[in-house]
T-cell receptor, first 115, second 111 residues
């Protein structure tokens, strides 16, 4: 079974430029997450989708960050314009949420460097 | 939202058993305890989850005392490849509360 796919793996941009990250979750998973992980810290949730609906985006800096999940499958996270402090690894995860467990499967992440 | 406290780092040697304890004093009745493992340049990977007593799988064991205010992840006979960061998460499965990662415990396994 294919895992969560993310692209690109690495991205280097100059500040004030836009950038976009793409995520393809595991087939059949209805829940998709975007996390940001700063160096030496644990992942921080940015937004969570249940199918195509964003149900938790309280940690998403909405002035510059946006996300979408078309047709409840793939998702894109965008930053415009990027700032120096946005340098981090952006992780996508997916799960199949039901009454029981909610095991999240993570992709390898996109490492963003803003110069 | 239950907060977790873990040691920042631990060292061990190959072949030893490693126990990583996580404190979660304000765990709620409906909260589960879940552990993830993260290698450099990879996303976290689910290891084990439990609610009470003991849970064991092919990778690890999870010990949870009766008061559930702490839990211990046990890795039997670690190898160099177990060097990673281990995260303890506490929360309700269906409420999104378990989506908060702390700083984790950096385990270094030495030869």
């Amino acid at each position: 079974e294919a895992g969560v796919v993310q692209s690109p793996r690495y991205k280097i941009i100059e500040k004030k430029q836009p950038v976009a990250f793409w995520c393809n979750p595991i087939s059949g998973h209805n829940t998709l997450y975007w996390y940001r992980q700063n160096l030496g810290q644990g992942p921080e949730l940015l937004i969570r989708y249940e199918n195509e609906e964003a149900v938790d985006d309280s940690q998403l800096p909405k002035d510059r960050f946006s996300a979408e999940r078309l047709k409840g499958v793939d998702s894109t996270l965008k930053i415009q314009p990027a700032e120096l402090g946005d340098s981090a690894v952006y992780l996508c995860a997916s799960s199949f949420r039901d009454y029981g467990t909610d095991t999240q499967y993570f992709g390898p992440g996109t490492r963003l460097t803003v110069l | 939202l239950a907060k977790t406290t873990q040691p920042i780092s631990m060292d061990s040697y190959e072949g030893q058993e490693v126990n990583i304890t996580c404190s979660h004093n304000n765990i709620a009745t409906n909260d589960y305890i879940t552990w993830y493992q993260q290698f450099p340049s990879q996303g976290p990977r689910f290891i084990i989850q439990g609610y009470k007593t003991k849970v064991t799988n092919e990778v690890a064991s999870l010990f949870i005392p009766a008061d559930r205010k702490s839990s211990t992840l046990s890795l039997p006979r670690v190898s160099l490849s177990d060097t990673a960061v281990y995260y303890c998460l506490v929360g309700e499965n269906n409420a999104g509360n378990m989506l908060t990662f702390g700083g984790g415990t950096r385990l270094m396994v030495k030869p």
